[in-house]
């Protein structure tokens, strides 16, 4: 059974950093992109970022450019979150799947159940 497992979230005050990680079970992580989306109340699930097995395509949404960093390490996958602002609250989910169309939910076969990332101001 494929599984992912997010930690790493938490309450930090605006300006901090959080590293988020997601491990892969179940399945080899080959041939796979791991992607990270965010969800806040009445809001779509949002694309942050995605990254293939071999580390060698990466790719970031608008909202996060600059500031979050996506790498991975054998089958965990890790969000690099840095100058974390009020509007980066959310639950952050991580997906797996094998589109190279990664913004799009719907080409991700497996979720996470999501970690909260709450930043105060």
């Known amino acids: 059974q494929v599984q992912l497992l997010e930690s790493g979230g938490g309450l930090v005050q605006a300006g901090d950093s959080l590293t988020l990680s997601c491990t892969l079970s179940?399945?080899?992580?080959?041939?796979?992109?791991i992607g990270w989306f965010r969800q806040s109340p009445d809001k779509d699930r949002e694309f942050l970022a995605a990254?293939?097995?071999?580390?060698?395509f990466k790719n970031y949404g608008d909202a996060v450019k600059g500031r979050f960093t996506i790498y991975n390490t054998k089958n965990t996958v890790y969000l690099q979150m840095n100058s974390l602002k009020a509007e980066d609250t959310a639950v952050y989910y991580c997906a797996a799947g094998q589109s190279n169309t990664v913004y799009n939910t719907q080409n991700y076969v497996w979720w996470g159940q999501g970690t909260q990332v709450t930043v105060s101001s």
């Open positions: 179940g399945r080899p992580f080959i041939n796979t992109k």
């Open positions: 990254i293939s097995s071999t580390g060698g």
